[in-house]
């Protein structure tokens, strides 16, 4: 079974538009970190949000947030007063565990297209 | 946040040959280093976990003998593709865990190889 899944291929969102990405994970472990990449056309990895398995409240970093409901097994990531420099790729990761050395397994990618 | 880095950022070579990547990191210390691979609009896929003075742990289906892993300090970690073919065409991206960068333990990524052969 898929760990992470993320069921939009792409999505497009007006300029100063809020827009939320899907995020499903599977796991069984209870303790679990669930993170947030962007990745734009250069290919580099930007670490956008980080949301733990024990945290009561949604993680916030600026315009993204993110909405984590747990008993469904989601973490959707909201982008708030889009901009177009958010046009890129988006993955949602989630690593099981505590220890340092445990693995993140990656979902397929949303490619977020923000129109002017 | 921590910087890591890879070396080349893009190669060229010719079917047959040896590529080596390098990815250190900057300004921490990584016991642990993971290698991803990304197809073009694809998702990264994990080949494997490079530990330092130790063999590197790779994933189901990731040829060890084709994909050479080196952690010989806390700061470098090099993946060889050795004989490549078109096929090993694709976009490499390491990624370090810094230790003391907080309770969630976040990855830290190189900025990526781009390795086209010919």
């Known amino acids: 079974a898929q760990k992470i899944t993320q069921t939009q291929p792409g999505m497009f969102v007006q300029e100063k538009e809020a827009v939320t990405l899907d995020c499903t994970y599977d796991t069984s472990d209870q303790s679990y970190g669930l993170f947030w990449y962007k990745q734009p056309s250069s290919g580099e990895m930007i670490f956008l949000i980080y949301q733990g398995s024990y945290d009561e409240q949604n993680a916030t970093e600026g315009r993204y947030s993110l909405n984590f409901q747990k008993a469904r097994k989601s973490a959707n990531l909201v982008i708030s007063a889009s901009q177009l420099g958010d046009s890129a790729m988006y993955f949602c990761?989630?690593?099981?565990?505590?220890?340092?050395?445990?693995?993140?397994?990656f979902g397929s990618g949303t490619k977020l297209n923000v129109k002017p | 946040g921590a910087v890591v880095s890879q070396h080349p950022s893009r190669v060229i070579c010719k079917s047959g040959t040896s590529v080596k990547i390098e990815c250190r990191s900057l300004?921490?210390?990584?016991?642990?280093m993971f290698w991803y691979r990304q197809f073009p609009k694809k998702s990264l896929m994990l080949m494997a976990t490079s530990n330092e003075g130790s063999k590197a742990t790779y994933e189901q289906g990731v040829e060890k003998d084709k994909f050479l892993i080196n952690h010989a300090s806390l700061t470098l970690s090099t993946l060889t593709v050795t004989s490549a073919h078109p096929e090993d065409s694709s976009f490499y991206i390491c990624?370090?865990?810094?230790?003391?960068?907080?309770?969630?333990?976040?990855?830290?990524f190189g900025p990526g190889t781009r390795l086209t052969v010919l």
């Open positions: 990624s370090a865990r810094e230790p003391t960068s907080g309770s969630y333990n976040e990855q830290f």
């Open positions: 300004d921490f210390q990584a016991t642990t």
């Open positions: 990761a989630m690593r099981e565990g505590r220890s340092n050395f445990n693995k993140f397994y």
